[in-house]
């Protein structure tokens, strides 16, 4: 019985084991297809693309690198992502290839991606979601204030005031009393919006320690800041409200929701010498860095 197990053993080396040995020596490596399992590190560069102006300064990159693979890292485990996914995000992204700049931004990402080599951001030895945005108003937000979750705990706020030097830091929209009390009322039926005294009825109600708006009185209700300004479409909840003659003016600074990571921050870090673990630490002090 030993001696057929043994015989059969050698005749699968010799069916499969061999040929593939004799291919590679004679053609070499490339002559073969070896297969191989794809794991994060192979979809992040194609991710990374999708998160950060490439115009940005490739230290500034890694430190969105080791971002953008926490928050993959952590939707994984938590089941909200899968590695279908990824392929499938991977694959759309895989179409622009053939554009020359594209490609030049990708082999940009890659090498950020293999220079943060498995790194993450963790919290209490905890793999998180980490926040990012694009542009703060002069500090980043606090995320146990705004969010009223331990997990954000992390997230403190941090001075990030070369955001204030940006060309987009600040962005006007006007309305006139009729279009702001018609678009609220179709939003807000319920707040009981008039025109004529839309500019008493409307004002903020709270803002955060970073000047974020987090509740907006709106005739009868209160809104979330966030909610108001995506309805409104403002850059940032970070916003003023004037009247302007027969108009109302608000004036936003910023872009995005001012939490975690100020992008712009993060690139004029990178501008004045720091490196990505010096961006990291800047932004995230509560965090430490593991190996995925």
């Given at each position: ?11 699968l080396i010799i069916l499969f084991v061999v040929p593939v040995m004799l291919v590679v020596g004679i053609c070499g490596r490339d002559a073969v297809v070896w297969e191989k399992k794809s ?65 030049a931004y990708y082999e940009k990402c890659l090498d950020a991606v293999q220079k943060t080599n498995f790194q993450v951001l963790a919290y209490e030895k905890q793999v998180q979601y980490v926040p990012f945005h694009r542009l703060s108003a002069g500090v980043t937000r606090d995320g146990w204030e705004v969010l009223q979750k331990e997990n954000y705990a992390f997230c403190s ?136």
């Amino acid at each position: 019985m030993k001696k057929m197990i043994r015989e059969m053993f050698l005749f699968l080396i010799i069916l499969f084991v061999v040929p593939v040995m004799l291919v590679v020596g004679i053609c070499g490596r490339d002559a073969v297809v070896w297969e191989k399992k794809s794991g994060i590190e192979d979809y992040l560069p194609t991710l990374l693309m999708q998160d950060i102006p490439m115009e940005m300064k490739i230290e500034a990159i890694k430190a969105q690198a080791v971002l953008t693979r926490s928050n993959v890292t952590k939707a994984l485990r938590e089941g909200e992502l899968s590695f279908s996914d990824l392929k499938n995000q991977k694959k759309k992204s895989e179409e622009k290839l053939e554009n020359k700049k594209y490609w030049a931004y990708y082999e940009k990402c890659l090498d950020a991606v293999q220079k943060t080599n498995f790194q993450v951001l963790a919290y209490e030895k905890q793999v998180q979601y980490v926040p990012f945005h694009r542009l703060s108003a002069g500090v980043t937000r606090d995320g146990w204030e705004v969010l009223q979750k331990e997990n954000y705990a992390f997230c403190s706020g941090v001075d990030s005031s070369s955001d204030v030097r940006a060309k987009e830091y600040r962005r006007q929209y006007f309305y006139s009393h009729q279009e702001l009390t018609d678009i609220l009322n179709a939003y807000y039926p319920e707040a009981g919006l008039v025109m004529d005294s839309v500019g008493q009825d409307l004002y903020i109600a709270e803002r955060d320690s970073a000047g974020y708006v987090l509740q907006m009185q709106v005739g009868n209700l209160k809104i979330p800041g966030e909610e108001f300004r995506r309805v409104l479409g403002f850059a940032s909840s970070h916003f003023d409200i004037e009247e302007s003659g027969d108009q109302i003016r608000f004036i936003s600074q910023g872009i995005g929701h001012g939490l975690g990571m100020s992008q712009y921050g993060a690139d004029e870090m990178a501008r004045n010498g720091a490196d990505y673990l010096a961006i990291l630490e800047h932004y995230f002090p509560q965090m430490d860095i593991l190996y995925n």
